[in-house]
């Protein structure tokens, strides 16, 4: 089993940055892909951005040049700079991990942008 533990969300105003982590409890070298969902009240889970196991980096487009997805295997964590964050950002973050088939999900963390 796998465990996925976000941090750093938090209160921000518009044109402010957060960054987020996703810590694993193992190895995150094993993954194909670690990636970044979000989730705004009535609205489906979106992807933000995600890192494959090669380093190989996708945004949505809403976030190209705004957002930026890294990871750090020593620490086995997965990192979300967030940068000129607008209201429209608000939504509770999640980070996920795949292996194979598999999917992992942590409990994820809540962004708000006052504007």
């Known amino acids: 089993q796998v465990q996925l533990v976000e941090s750093g969300g938090g209160l921000v105003q518009a044109g402010g940055s957060l960054k987020l982590s996703c810590a694993a409890s193992r190895s995150i070298s094993i993954f194909n892909f670690m990636g970044w969902y979000r989730q705004a009240p009535g609205k489906q889970r979106e992807l933000v951005a995600g890192?494959?196991?090669?380093?190989?980096?996708v945004y949505a487009n809403s976030m190209k040049g705004r957002f930026t997805v890294s990871r750090d295997n020593a620490k086995n964590t997965v990192y979300l700079q967030m940068n000129s964050l607008k209201p429209e950002d608000s939504a509770v973050y999640y980070c996920?991990?795949?292996?194979?088939?598999?999917?992992?999900w942590g409990q994820g963390t809540q962004v708000t942008v006052s504007s």
């Open positions: 890192i494959d196991s090669g380093g190989a980096t």
């Open positions: 996920k991990a795949r292996l194979g088939v598999v999917s992992y």
